[in-house]
T-cell receptor
């Protein structure tokens, strides 16, 4: 398996523009997570899905952020309109199960999308 | 007050040393996670545990639910272990520690 695939790797956009980040989870993983990492706030969970259904979006900073998972193999995180304070690295991760199984090391993270809003 | 506290914040060790990173949390949890973030920015999930101990190669993670404390141990440390180690807990929400920056010197 190629792992969790995120695109683009880098995105530079002007304030006010719409930004769409993409994620392809590992096949068979039931959970998908979107995280944001900044120097100031560290890692934050934005939203997570179980079987394509959003379960907890309490971490989504405001209405400018939206996430969808139209099928088991694809998810998007959209920011509209973007602002300079949205500049961060956005990670997507997927996981097969919550349970404390011996062979489950938890999540598999994508390489992240570095977003810069100027 | 942070729900997840890690110590130390920074750690420098000589190659071969035994390393311990600590994580204390103040909320009820379903699971605790140890993550490793490499200097290039990539994140690897090392462990997810809710009780007892797990071992993977030279890495050992333990958790004491009653004391709300977890430790990550690295035996025979190596320069390639140099990274930021992040503790995270979840139940209804996720909480992240600020990370421990480890540098292993040859």
């Amino acid at each position: 398996d190629a792992g969790v695939i995120q695109s683009p790797r880098h995105e530079v956009t002007e304030m006010g523009q719409e930004v769409t980040l993409r994620c392809k989870p590992i096949s068979g993983h039931d959970y998908l997570f979107w995280y944001r990492q900044t120097m100031m706030r560290g890692l934050e969970l934005l939203i997570y899905f179980n079987n394509n259904v959003p379960i907890d979006d309490s971490g989504m900073p405001e209405d400018r952020f939206s996430a969808k998972m139209p099928n088991a193999s694809f998810s998007t995180l959209k920011i509209q309109p973007s602002e300079p304070r949205d500049s961060a690295v956005y990670f997507c991760a997927s996981s097969p199960i919550w349970a404390n199984r011996e062979d489950n090391y938890g999540y598999t993270f994508g390489s992240g999308t570095r977003l810069t809003v100027v | 007050k942070n729900e997840v506290e890690q110590s130390p914040q920074n750690l420098t060790a000589q190659e071969g040393e035994f390393i311990t990173i600590n994580c204390s949390y103040s909320v009820g949890i379903s699971a605790l996670h140890w993550l490793q973030q490499h200097p290039g920015g990539g994140i690897v999930s090392l462990f997810m545990l809710s009780s007892g101990k797990k071992k993977h190669g030279r890495l050992i993670a333990t958790i004491n639910i009653q004391e709300k404390h977890s430790s990550l141990h690295i035996t025979a440390s190596h320069p390639r272990d140099s990274a930021v180690y992040i503790c995270a807990v979840n139940r209804y929400q996720f909480y992240f520690g600020t990370g421990t920056s480890l540098t292993v010197i040859p």
